[in-house]
């Protein structure tokens, strides 16, 4: 029998996926008259901001770095409440630390003063192009993101009328191209190219209209949320309940209900159907179109741009704590190995597993004492690897990879963590795959390079399917808990306000 747990007279809508995307989904609608239904297939809240606990150390599994904190304000504001009475977010000092392969670091943030001293302090001549770069990237930020990203981008004409303000921009040139039009250093090339990487993007590849970023942090900050990314989530999720929006986990969505070509509902693995007014994924989808709707019920280019579409890479995650401390590691360090342009090749085009890599390392204990007992440390490591269209055997490969990064780390920047670290254990591309359906283990969805952002990019409109919507990293306007959360003020043009039947 349908399972059905609308009761009121409010235009029902499923919201299906609880990302950050769907959560900003969910709660828009709900603030626009829906009654509202929230599923996903994982045990809590947050899609792939889930929390780990593990022998007495705490993980946050997704995004750590928390930029343009007033999109979160907005959504409390939607009820008349304030995030700040939820969560505290704090800033850490600095917001990231580089570290390069010859030992030199490189910190960013928190304050501008900060970092034009340590660009001083290793490339001097370079302080007039970085100021040079943060206006160019303001004049991004003020078309791309402040006025576009929470724009529909269904019309193609809507999309032609963007063109000029594209090429004035030079969105054609590269991230890397972008940034060394303005830096000479290399080693502040890699560290203000580096941020395409947190959304899926190489930075040789990905349009320059992701330069903004640079812009976004120094006018937003970098922001940590006290308790971890899991406790924004936490906080979102005691708003839901507040308001009165249905929540159902470990429950997965086998398909999207049709009526010809009009979408009415879900049906769940178990056969079980939900019927709603409208229905708003927050999956991946590649893998909606893919696997969710029948090709009959698609546009042309829906189904082109899920067969043709090209996948971010993949990301080999390993959690640990640790039987020490690092005092001297920060919260957030990007490890760079020696190789750059040549290594995200490997990565992106050929595929390959190679034997040397960069990181992303996590350390919150730095901020948040809570993470770890007392007197030890934890934290995440993140690998960029190849998708799973590179078929490495991740059995085989991960306990490899991380031999390597722990032996590379212990002979760096954590001297003595090859005996203590503990409590260890990995994501790898399959584990993306399974836990999320991301198609090929994508850690991103669709790679943010110009021919697939904004019109290239699928469309927050169901395409070809009435009723149906996209929020997440896979649609407009792409990645990233900015992007995501974005993709949910999109609705707000084109799905009209709830009216109540009497």
């Known amino acids: ?31 626009r008259g829906y009654d509202v239904h929230l599923i996903d297939r994982c045990s809590r809240l947050g899609g792939r901001g889930q929390v780990f606990e593990h022998e007495g150390f705490r993980h946050d599994a997704g995004p750590t770095v928390l930029t343009a904190p007033h999109l979160f304000e907005e959504l409390f504001a939607l009820f008349d409440k304030r995030l700040g009475d939820y969560v505290t977010l704090v800033e850490p000092d600095p917001w990231y630390r580089f570290y390069f392969h010859d030992g030199e670091t490189f910190d960013y943030g928190p304050t501008e003063a900060a970092t034009e001293a340590e660009i001083a302090r290793l490339s001097p001549g370079d302080i007039a192009g970085y100021r040079r770069m943060g206006a160019w990237s303001k004049k991004i930020y003020d078309i791309g993101f402040q006025r576009l990203s929470t724009t529909p981008f269904h019309s193609i004409g809507f999309m032609l009328r963007q063109i000029p303000h594209l090429v004035r921009l030079r969105s054609y040139e590269s991230v890397w191209s972008m940034v060394s039009r303005f830096l ?44 971890g990314t899991g406790a924004l989530v936490d906080a979102l999720e005691k708003l839901m309940v507040e308001e009165g929006i249905t929540i159902t986990l470990d429950t997965t969505i086998d398909r999207i209900k049709l009526d010809g070509t009009r979408a009415t ?62 005092p001297d590691v920060a919260h957030h360090t990007v490890w760079f190995g020696e190789r750059y342009k040549e290594l995200l090749s490997d990565i992106f085009h050929k595929k390959i597993l190679a034997e040397d890599f960069s990181l992303y390392v996590h350390r919150p204990t730095a901020t948040d004492p809570s993470f770890a007992p007392e007197g030890k440390d934890s934290f995440y490591v993140l690998c960029p690897v190849p998708n799973l269209g590179g078929g490495q055997d991740w059995s085989v490969e991960g306990p490899k990879l991380r031999d390597r990064i722990v032996a590379a780390l212990d002979a760096s920047m954590m001297p003595g963590l090859a005996t ?16 999320y359906l991301s198609v090929d283990g994508a850690g991103f969805s669709l790679s943010p390079f110009f021919t ?7 469309h927050n409109q169901g395409e070809g399917v009435q009723n149906l919507y996209f929020v997440g990293a896979g649609t407009h306007p792409g990645a990233g808990l900015p992007g995501v959360v974005s993709s949910a003020k999109v609705l707000d043009m084109i799905i009209p306000a709830a009216t109540v039947t009497p």
């Open 1 to 31: 029998m349908p399972r059905d747990t609308f009761e009121s007279n409010r235009p029902r809508a499923i919201v299906a996926g609880a990302g950050f995307g769907g959560i900003a989904a969910a709660l828009r609608l709900k603030a």
């Open 265 to 326: 509902g879900v049906v769940l693995a178990d056969g079980a159907a939900i019927d709603a007014d409208l229905v708003v994924s927050n999956m991946d989808p590649v893998h909606v179109y893919r696997q969710m709707l029948p090709a009959s019920a698609q546009s042309t280019v829906a189904k082109l741009r899920a067969k043709k579409s090209k996948l971010s890479m993949g990301l080999y995650v390993l959690f640990f704590g640790a039987n020490k401390q690092w």
């Open 420 to 435: 203590s670290i503990t409590a260890e254990f990995a994501m790898t591309p399959e584990d993306f795959k399974s836990d």
């Open 184 to 227: 000479k250093d290399d080693r502040l090339r890699r560290a203000f190219s580096i941020q395409p990487l947190l959304v899926g993007g190489n930075p040789f590849d990905t349009t320059a209209i992701y330069g903004m970023i640079n812009h976004l942090e120094r006018t937003h900050g970098i922001w940590f949320a006290m308790g």
């Open 452 to 458: 697939q952002s904004a019109w290239f990019r699928f």
